[in-house]
């Protein structure tokens, strides 16, 4: 199993960004997938999740609003979408593969390299 994530870099405060998340070797529409970010010194932090199908999201309170979560089953990749971007929101975003939906980062049994995402004020 590969998740492979992408998409990170350096923007400006109130800037946006997208990153994706491409899979193999699962059968990605039988996964919730999620978002995770950690920073330096810090425990992994939930971001957002979605079904398999899609069809219902859920967001960390610093994320609702300003981040969306979305997924391509047919190309097996998992979208975020972050828009107005906090230097708050500095960290190493990680995509991650679960059978059950959680928010809980240890639920979940694949994970991505992380995509590092730089805001700066």
């Known amino acids: 199993v590969q998740l492979q994530a992408s998409g990170g870099g350096l923007v400006q405060a109130g800037g946006s960004l997208r990153l994706s998340c491409a899979a193999s070797?699962?059968?990605?529409?039988?996964?919730?997938m999620g978002w995770f970010r950690q920073a330096p010194g810090k425990e992994r932090e939930f971001v957002a999740v979605i079904t398999r199908s899609g069809g219902y999201t859920d967001y960390s309170g610093p994320t609702k609003g300003r981040f969306t979560i979305s997924r391509d089953n047919a190309a097996n990749t998992v979208y975020l979408q972050m828009n107005s971007l906090r230097p708050e929101d500095t960290s190493l975003y990680y995509c991650?593969?679960?059978?059950?939906?959680?928010?809980?980062?240890?639920?979940?049994?694949?994970w991505g390299q992380g995509t590092h995402v730089t805001v700066s004020s």
């Open positions: 070797g699962l059968t990605f529409s039988s996964f919730v």
């Open positions: 991650a593969a679960g059978r059950i939906y959680n928010i809980d980062y240890r639920r979940y049994d694949y």
